[in-house]
């Protein structure tokens, strides 16, 4: 099986993944970090500066399922507060998932991914930073209803040609992550 279908299987699963990381992000025994790991992931679904245009046929939305669990791995060292079960199961799946992305993009390139997923904790998307959600209730429902309105709006992804379309997400992360 091509690693293109497993990557695109993780859309299947985005809900579950999404309410992992909003859990974490509402955590009050979260610590700061984990919490802002959680909110810089949250917001990079909603971000028009992604690394991947959503646009891009079949391969736009796989960068967003990436970054989730890349997020999910990073903030396994920070304390996440407890949890309901569905989203430690979540988080430790997507945990173990991510390294589907190391094998696919080599240690160079995912450790690369890895700091840029460090860097959404500092970045602010539509006006908001990912400390802010974590300050402010009103900030983070307003992030959520960005959310699911994205996730109403996104499309099945149809891969007709599994090589080209690896060779397009692999080259297009290789590209933006110098």
């Known amino acids: 099986m091509a690693k293109i279908d497993t990557f695109k299987g993780w859309a299947d699963t985005i809900r579950a993944d999404v309410d992992a990381l909003k859990a974490v992000l509402e955590s009050s025994k979260a610590d700061r970090d984990a919490r802002k790991l959680a909110g810089g992931a949250l917001a990079y ?33 920070h304390n996440r507060g407890t949890l309901p079960p569905s989203a430690e199961a979540a988080l430790e799946r997507m945990t173990n998932e991510a390294d589907a992305i190391s094998q696919f993009l080599g240690t160079a390139v995912y450790d690369k991914l890895k700091a840029y997923c460090s860097r959404l904790t500092d970045q602010a998307v539509r006006g908001r930073t990912p400390g802010e959600m974590v300050d402010d209730e009103t ?40």
């Open 139 to 178: 900030v983070r429902k307003a992030m959520y209803v960005e959310i699911d309105d994205e996730l109403k709006r996104s499309v099945p992804i149809v891969i007709n040609d599994p090589v080209d379309a690896e060779l397009r997400l692999k080259s297009y992360l290789v590209q933006k992550l110098q």
């Open 45 to 77: 679904l909603v971000s028009r500066m992604d690394l991947i245009p959503d646009w891009n046929e079949g391969i736009g939305v796989i960068d967003d399922v990436m970054i989730l669990r890349v997020v999910a791995q990073l903030s396994q060292g």
